[in-house]
């Protein structure tokens, strides 16, 4: 097979691409479950260390800082003593929400299949 046998691509990647450049972001050990808890509205930040409950402090802030700055989570700081700040998903965020839903019942739903093919992968010493 040569490079004109290849499927052409209908339109041309800037850098970064895009799939990647998202994925990254979002698929990283917190983001979805963040993005998961705040689907059920807004909430503190000490409330959404209690919801996902193994994440350290350090962590949350920064994950939350990244989906802020990515446009999927909004921070609103109320003037007051001591200082609130909240945290709710923009329309972004929100419209994430379908997307992320599949993924979570697709992982779900072959999680075991998936494991099994490790299992058999492992068995037949592929992983050497």
Same mark, same amino acid.
């Given at each position: 097979?040569?490079?004109?046998? $290849?499927? @052409?691509? @209908?339109?041309?990647?800037?850098?970064?691409?895009?799939?990647?450049?998202?994925?990254?972001?979002?698929?990283? !050990?917190?983001?979805?479950? =963040?993005?998961?808890? $705040? &689907?059920?509205?807004?909430?503190?930040?000490? !409330?959404?260390?209690?919801?996902?409950?193994?994440?350290?402090? !350090?962590?949350?802030?920064?994950?939350?800082?990244?989906?802020?700055?990515?446009?999927?989570?909004?921070?609103?700081?109320?003037? !007051?003593? @001591? @200082?609130?700040?909240?945290?709710?998903?923009?329309?972004?965020?929100?419209?994430?929400?379908?997307?992320?839903?599949?993924?979570? &019942?697709?992982?779900?739903?072959?999680?075991? &299949? =998936?494991?099994?093919?490790?299992?058999?992968?492992? &068995?037949?010493?592929?992983?050497?």
């Amino acid at each position: 097979m040569n490079r004109d046998d $290849l499927i @052409p691509i @209908p339109f041309v990647f800037e850098e970064p691409c895009p799939i990647r450049d998202v994925l990254d972001r979002i698929g990283d !050990q917190w983001s979805l479950l =963040i993005l998961e808890v $705040l &689907a059920h509205g807004t909430m503190r930040f000490s !409330q959404l260390e209690r919801a996902i409950g193994d994440i350290s402090k !350090q962590m949350l802030s920064k994950t939350l800082r990244r989906l802020e700055e990515d446009g999927f989570v909004r921070r609103t700081l109320y003037p !007051q003593v @001591p @200082p609130r700040v909240e945290y709710q998903l923009t329309d972004l965020g929100r419209s994430f929400l379908v997307p992320m839903k599949n993924l979570i &019942a697709w992982a779900n739903a072959n999680h075991g &299949a =998936i494991r099994d093919a490790r299992g058999d992968y492992r &068995a037949r010493g592929a992983d050497r």
